[in-house]
T-cell receptor, first 113, second 113 residues
Framework: DAGVTQSPTHLIKTRGQQVTLRCSPK?????VSWYQQALGQGPQFIFQYYEEEERQRGNFPDRFSGHQFPNYSSELNVNALLLGDSALYLC????????????FGEGSWLTVV | DAKTTQPTSMDCAEGRAANLPCNHS???????VYWYRQIHSQGPQYIIH???NNETNEMASLIITEDRKSSTLILPHATLRDTAVYYC??????????????FGTGTRLTIIP
């Protein structure tokens, strides 16, 4: 049973560029969330997708957007990258009808230079 | 979401039980207590959760006080691989059942050989 998988694992972007991160949820899960974790801090909730719609959103600007596909996989897009967007981006998945426990992937390390 | 308070850091000797406390004095009746841990540079790992009864699984035990204002995570026989940051999180339920996780700063547990 594959867990939550994310790609790429590491990437470097230049300030002002755009980035897309991808996530496949754990088998049987229909809800995907994204978190940002800056160095030395706990993960911060960005948004959550269920039934291909954004259901909840944290305190992040509109430069952060997402998408969920019919197979439940998801993408996180960040436009106009800033140096402060450098962080570990975590994808998490859960099921609305299987106990709701949230499981995390290993994350994508984004460095903005 | 209710806030939690955890010690910043703790040490525990290898082979002994590690007891990690968490205070959540403002928890409401329908909120669960979740524990995750994060080993350096990896995604958070789910450990255990509970509502009001004590819980045990293959990783740990969770003891919740009768008034639900505090809890203790117990790792019965700590190993060096248990060195990590441990997060205690109080989580409610959204309308469709998948409320986000709000991370604090956690407890940095170091297992001493």
């Amino acid at each position: 049973d594959a867990g939550v998988t994310q790609s790429p694992t590491h990437l470097i972007k230049t300030r002002g560029q755009q980035v897309t991160l991808r996530c496949s949820p754990k088998s049987g899960h229909d809800t995907v969330s994204w978190y940002q974790q800056a160095l030395g801090q706990g993960p911060q909730f960005i948004f959550q997708y269920y039934e291909e719609e954004e259901r909840q959103r944290g305190n992040f600007p509109d430069r952060f957007s997402g998408h969920q596909f019919p197979n439940y996989s998801s993408e996180l897009n960040v436009n106009a990258l800033l140096l402060g967007d450098s962080a570990l981006y975590l994808c998490a998945s859960s099921s609305t009808d299987r106990g709701n426990t949230i499981y995390f992937g290993e994350g994508s390390w984004l460095t903005v230079v | 979401d209710a806030k939690t308070t955890q010690p910043t850091s703790m040490d525990c000797a290898e082979g002994r039980a590690a007891n990690l406390p968490c205070n959540h004095s403002t928890i409401s009746g329908n909120e669960y207590v979740y524990w995750y841990r994060q080993i350096h540079s990896q995604g958070p790992q789910y450990i255990i959760h509970g509502l009001k009864n004590n819980e045990t699984n293959e990783m740990a035990s969770l003891i919740i006080t009768e008034d639900r204002k505090s809890s203790t995570l117990i790792l019965p026989h700590a190993t060096l691989r248990d060195t990590a940051v441990y997060y205690c999180i109080v989580r409610g339920r959204s309308n469709f059942g998948n409320e986000k996780l709000t991370f604090g700063t956690g407890t940095r547990l170091t297992i001493i050989p």
